[in-house]
């Protein structure tokens, strides 16, 4: 189906049934009840998951592919972000335009700065990466500030000169970004008993875009162009030698990615009409490369799988308070609460970014291939277990994918 | 001029820190082939033991003052330090003044200790993994530290001052000839200056003259070979990864005074050393100090009135745009080997 | 395959007759069933407290957290009561707000515009919180008012000291209760004017962003007006750590004053490096060299140790203050943390209470009619002497404190003395003053 072959289209159905049903996959615990705080099925943090694995599955055609690590991604992002609220500002509220051009933006942005730091490979490509976006970081907080707003983050105003459409609504506000008419933010919920689901139109159409974009990356891993960019990882003097130039298929690969990151910042900017110069920061971008490493680089599902983890993170445990704490283990006798409370308290909460660590920690020196090959691990487990008799070596060689 | 010669005197300070992590990280990479996120972290843990130390000295008891009256009127307590009461309170105030320079000899102790469990827990299983490996772990290993000591210390800035004998500054201008008071500059940056210039060199001359430095140097050169000669290089990486420890630590108990140290202060070098590493050449120690100081000089410059009303925020991207250029004139860095790293 | 009894139709058929049997009445859109966002429809409402739990403001952030974690307590009826007993309106009971049990979830801002407003939209979309407050940026504050601005819920900023979160972008749900960057120089002027004489070259460094600027634009303007010279200005990046490069060019520049326009952090190490370059020992044009920093924070001056001794500053409020209702507040978090609070405590307390009383006089949790009772609504017992929320740009005026770094601290909290009180008229400006044109209130916004 869709012109691939059997194992990618089932994972291409799995994902897509995934991320369709994910309103009620993320809300497994009932609204009332005190595992509640670890639901993450509301509209802004489904947002976040797949507009992260966009980004990722992105950064995932240059990293998985070519093995250029590059530290600069969260610029393409940032760049993404800033045209598509430029495009709300004067032209329409309505998304499709702004996307379009932070897809080109962010391409043509891609391309200025690939084709100067793909002189460079190794660790020399990931500095000039990182040097760049830590340009447009420092430059769009201070100097450029007109056009970035700079700390504050570009926003919409009420006297904004919107072309197609109005400055202001009736009611005094400013109008909210649409797809024809379909708001962003529109949420509907459904109440299932002590369950309640939320279903958005700005998460319906960032999974669907998501979709595409994770389409378009099994086509481009299972094409002769994704067959080429394995070669520049696996042996880049080796193709020169046979006469082939591996500069245009980088470049390319570079291009595309950095165009994913320019979808990943124009939704984020549909969905929430501001762009913030610290999506350009080097910490950003290396979120994004741990994202996809955690999850498995390489990997078609893998970098989905690590944008999902982190962002649950960030946004769930960061919420966790003393009080929250308290509340779980009430039942227990005083003495025992204190002692469980203190020794969980340093992880959650303020403790957040310890317990990420950790965790960053943990993944790399047990599951080198990331959360995919702790998957693989598991399935392999139990495929043992159901065949005792097969030897190990058929289930060792399983690809990566 | 004196604006020049200040601004020279500025960026070589800033280029002694520079240096001084850009040198451990070197060390490390050209004799482990490892990429450390972490070593901003030990700059900062360096740092922080300055801070412990002083608070060590600082350890006190409670006297109640019936006859004074705290924020909320309670009867004051005010707190009299151990160390006074012990030896006297000229004694101990000095000791207490001066625990910044005592906090040299207490953290090199803790620092190479930091290293070694480092290497010997973590890094070593990490020397065949790819570099993105490498940068992963040392990352989440920089995250888990720092936010142990935000546990520990806080967020904010911990005020961690200089001896009073060398706070003052000096009239730096009056000794090349020039008027008096045009040139003044602070004692302690350049105590840190004349402080980094010393481990760069007992850092040489480790390497340069004693038997154990050679055979490093050997198997930064050619790892198997050394192997192959019968000769532990193993065992020596880890000190040599200690002693890196050490550096970046001693770079922070000495910054301390400078800026008030905080558990984020570490981030904040780190991607600077990496470029100053890049730009002075994988691998090679000359090439890191030379860039350090090269970068720190060229950053001071930048931020001149002059040069910023020429090319307005030039001081937020110059360290960037000098590597860019190196890089792409010269790829192997300023004064890298033929072929380490190269492409 | 499996030997189960559970077939696919079967499935279907339970799962269909339990999910009609559950979903029957419920199935509603959120625009057809509430009045606003997030009515509270229970015998709790949930206040979202916005905080910056990790990065360089994690302190200030849990200062903040404490404070609302006393309000909370103090309007559940816990507690001294807390100002409640000292406020001049006497709507709040102790029985928490409109007879609803008072709740909070909290959030990380990171001071990062993105996170805090992804914070403050979880808060909103998954925990129904009626209210978001609290910050410690003014890049975050006008960030998340936006955001509540368009999501429909109130926002009562915590510490944000820009002029543009009541200037060009304030909005018609966001209130501040914190003083700003044109209020420091007003109040400052006068006293730098006093103490230093009104023939004097001041040298500033700004940190180069939103904040920095409008800051710089105050005190210049201020400062101007007495007669003093601005000899230059010089912007440093927000990044740096190490200003020497900004302080060494001051030294010759026959400047006789310096003013850092920096906070927090870089306050700290630009202060630290301006001691140390020996500025404070310096005679320039015949007068002792001075240094001022407008705005100050106690908790991070604590950073700056010895350094602030004798320089002067203006803050929102501070804990030696000796009215009623600074009095009482010291006492109740003293009584409950073991330390004085910060000014940062002491608004985001306030902001709390605001609400509460709000929404309590105007009977109801309706963003609009919150908006409406908080509006030119005058008030005393808060500290900072009588208070009133202006209607036109929803800023608070009060008295504001000028500022010096003690000579003889008593303890490690003591570190600022109160040189003036400046009474609200002196620092009250026009809503229309250029400084804070260009922005419009909109109109309040209950959500869908």
Redesign the interface.
Known sequence: MFGLDKKDTSLLIIVAALTMLAPFLLNPFPAESAMAQF?AG????MQ?FVIFGIFAIGFNIL?GLTGY?SFGHAAFLGVGSYSAVWMFKLLSMNVVPAILLSVVVAGVFALLIGF?SL??????FS??T???A??SF??A???L?PIT?????L?????DPRVLGVS?TA????P?TNLFGAEM?????????PWNF?FNTGYYLSAILMLLSFYLAIRIFRSPFGMMLRAVKSNQTRMNYTGLNSRPYALAAFVISGMYAGLAGGLMASM?P?A?A??MQ?TAS?EV??MT??GG?GTLIGPVLGAGFIKYF??IF??I?E?ILHKWFAFMPDGLEDTLIALVY?FI??????T??????LV??FL?GGLVEGGQRIGRLFRRKKSDEKSDKSSQSTPAE | MDAIILQILNGLDKGSAYALIALGLTLIFGTLGVVNFAHGALFMIGAFCAVTLSRILNLSFEIVDESRTDFLGNPLKFKTTYIETWLGPEMGGTIIEWAVPLAILFSIPIMIAIGFIMERGLIKHFYKRPHADQILVTFGLAIVLQEIIKYFYGANPIPTPAPSALTGSLDFGELLGFQANAVIYPYWRLVYFVFAALIIGGVFAFLQFTTFGMVVRAGMADRETVGLLGINIDRRFTIMFGIAAAVAGLAGVMYAPINSPNYHMGMDFLVLSFVVVVVGGMGSLPGAVLAGFLLGILESFASMNEVKSIFPGIDQIVIYLVAIIILLTRPRGLMGRKGVMED | MSKSNLTRRGLLKTSAVAGAGVALPTIFTASSAAAYMNEPTGSSVTLGFNVPQSGPYADEGADELRAYELAVEHLNGGGDGGLMNTFSSKELDGNGILGKKVEFVTGDTQTKSDAARASARSMIEKDGAIMITGGSSSGVAVAVQDLCQSAGVIFMAGLTHSNDTTGKDKKANGFRHFFNAYMSGAALAPVLQSLYGSDRKAYHLTADYTWGWTQEESIVAATEALGWETVNTVLTPLAATDFSSYIAPVMNSGADVLVLNHYGGNMVNSLTNAVQFGLREKEVNGKNFEIVVPLYSRLMARGAGENVKGILGSTNWHWSLQDEGSKQFVKSFGEKYGFPPSQAAQTCYAQTLLYADACQRAGTFNPCGVAEALEDFEFDGLGNGPTLYRAADHQCFKDVLVVRGKENPTSEFDLLEVVEVTPAAQVTYEPDHPMFAGGNLGSCNPGS
């Not at chain 1, 509301?42 to 943090?45: E, M, N, V």
């Not at chain 1, 002189?119 to 020399?124: A, E, H, L, V």
């Not at chain 1, 990420?356 to 920690?361: A, S, T, V, Y």
């Open positions: 639901n509301y509209p802004d943090l976040r990293f690590l100067v002189r460079r490979s190794g660790i020399y500095i000039l990182l040097a760049f830590q340009m420092n430059l907080y201070s100097v500030t707003n700079g700390e504050t983050g926003q919409l105003t009420l006297n202001s009611d005094g506000s400013i909210v933010r529109a949420t509907y919920e459904l109440a299932l008993g939320q929430d501001l913030g610290e999506r080097w290396g490369v741990l490493i955690l680089a960030e946004n960061s919420k308070n009080s340093p909460g303020k403790g957040w970014h310890l990420l660590g950790i965790l960053f920690m790399v020196i080198p």
